[in-house]
Each structure stands twice: as C-alpha cells, then as structure tokens.
C-alpha cells in the first residue's frame, strides 16, 4: 500500500497526489473568484513561458511569474478544488519541482485570499501531502477518483468547472494541464483491439469498483 509523504526528498520523473485542506477543515474557495485565482496561479507557474509573454493583459505582471516559472519541471495532470481542500496529480522531472511549486502556488494564494477576507494566519492545515504514484492503475484510477470528488460535490458552486474534467472531455484547453498522458491509455487500448470502446468518461462514470477502495492510502484520510 502506498505510504503518505509530508515534504520530503522526490523522485525524479515521479508522479504524485497532492493535497491540502483548510485549517481545522474550513472552507478555503468561497466564491467563483477564489477558484479562478487559484487556477490562475497555476497558469502561471505551469503554461510555458512563450505563451505567457504573449498575453496581453495590463493587469497581469507577466515578468514577475517568468523567473517563478515551472513548465519544463512540472506538468499537472489532473486537478479539482473542493470547498476546502484540493487535489492535484502532477509529474515532476526535477527532485525538487512539487516543493518550489507548491511552495509558490500556496503562498500566492494564502496572501490573495488574507488580503481578500482582512485575515492573517494560516490559511491550510499544516504541510500539504504528497504520495507517490507507483504503477498505472493507480494513475488512472486516481484520476478517476479527483474527478469524481468534482462530480459528486454538493455545493452552490460548480466545482466541475474548477476541475480538469471539463478538459478531458474536451470541452476546453490549457497549455498548463497535460491530459494526453492519461488519454493515451485509453487510446492506445482501442488501436489494439477496434472492438475495446471505454471511453475515458465510461471509465470515470460507469467503473464498477470504488475508485477510494482501489487507492486506500492514495486519497485525502477522513474526507
């Protein structure tokens, strides 16, 4: 069974489920505003550098995230934010990318949201986790399982909007989210075999076994 990490020397070309919750559980997007902050940090930390200098928004510092910038260390494979936690499946390809990037990404997005909601302190409980991926059912079906946290979600908010979900089925596109890794399974099993046609979606939706059962130590303890 997989074993939790909390900060510590990572592999090289590893992958790997990161997470974080609120302090003391409490909600950390409470508006569409704050999800769409956080993802724009990611944007920034991840797309590759040309495609940032090409944007054209005043109120964007494009050179202050250029030098911050993680795309030929990191890609992000999946993601979705929760009211108050989130999950991200990444690949690192240097041993020390997820600590730089989420030391990054949290940081923007604690001194946003204090400055916002006129708080101070911390904002997530303790460090966030990071737990090896270490075969590709537990690549997939991780993917599966941060997805269906989206899916499955009761709250005022659309959440699915703020997961890569939407990304997987093709009804968006980003240069910082990298689906065809996970695709590419699903791809290559139906030009083995014509009559093969699970679909990445029936596999999310209509998968018969419990995506947290097959994970066990993989997902957030006591959600």
């Given at each position: 069974?997989?074993?939790?990490?909390?900060?510590?020397?990572?592999?090289?070309?590893?992958?790997?489920?990161?997470?974080?919750?609120g302090?003391?559980?409490?909600?950390?997007?409470?508006?569409e505003?704050?999800?769409?902050?956080?993802?724009?940090?990611l944007?920034?930390?991840?797309s590759?550098?040309?495609?940032?200098?090409?944007?054209?928004?005043p109120?964007?510092?494009?050179?202050?995230?250029?030098?911050?910038?993680?795309?030929?260390?990191?890609?992000?494979?999946?993601?979705?934010?929760?009211?108050?936690?989130?999950?991200?499946?990444?690949?690192?390809?240097?041993?020390?990318?997820?600590?730089?990037?989420?030391?990054?990404?949290?940081?923007?997005?604690?001194?946003?949201?204090?400055?916002?909601?006129?708080?101070?302190?911390?904002?997530?409980?303790?460090?966030?986790?990071?737990v090896?991926?270490?075969?590709?059912?537990?690549?997939?079906?991780?993917?599966?399982?941060?997805?269906?946290?989206?899916?499955?979600?009761?709250s005022?908010?659309?959440?699915?909007?703020?997961?890569?979900?939407?990304?997987?089925?093709?009804?968006?596109?980003?240069?910082?989210?990298?689906?065809?890794?996970?695709?590419?399974?699903?791809?290559?099993?139906?030009?083995?075999?014509?009559?093969?046609?699970?679909?990445?979606?029936?596999?999310?939706?209509?998968?018969?076994?419990?995506?947290?059962?097959?994970?066990?130590?993989?997902?957030l303890?006591?959600?």
């Open positions: 069974m997989p074993a939790k990490y909390i900060i510590k020397t990572y592999l090289e070309n590893g992958y790997y489920h990161l997470y974080n919750r302090v003391e559980k409490r909600d950390i997007f409470l508006d505003q704050d999800c769409r902050v956080f993802l724009h940090y944007k920034m930390y991840l590759p550098p040309e495609i940032l200098q090409e944007l054209n928004d109120g964007i510092r494009i050179n202050r995230f250029i030098p911050l910038n993680l795309s030929k260390e990191l890609d992000l494979l999946a993601f979705t934010l929760m009211p108050n936690h989130f999950h991200l499946q990444v690949k690192q390809y240097t041993q020390d990318a997820i600590t730089k990037f989420m030391r990054r990404l949290i940081t923007s997005y604690v001194m946003y949201f204090n400055k916002k909601y006129q708080r101070v302190g911390a904002l997530f409980q303790n460090n966030y986790k990071a090896l991926i270490e075969n590709d059912p537990f690549l997939l079906h991780l993917s599966r399982y941060i997805h269906l946290n989206s899916l499955g979600i009761h005022a908010l659309n959440f699915l909007e703020f997961s890569s979900y939407p990304y997987y089925l093709g009804h968006k596109k980003a240069a910082w989210l990298k689906t065809e890794e996970i695709l590419n399974f699903f791809r290559s099993a139906q030009r083995k075999d014509p009559k093969d046609l699970l679909s990445y979606q029936n596999f999310v939706e209509n998968y018969s076994e419990n995506a947290q059962e097959i994970l066990g130590s993989l997902t303890e006591e959600e």
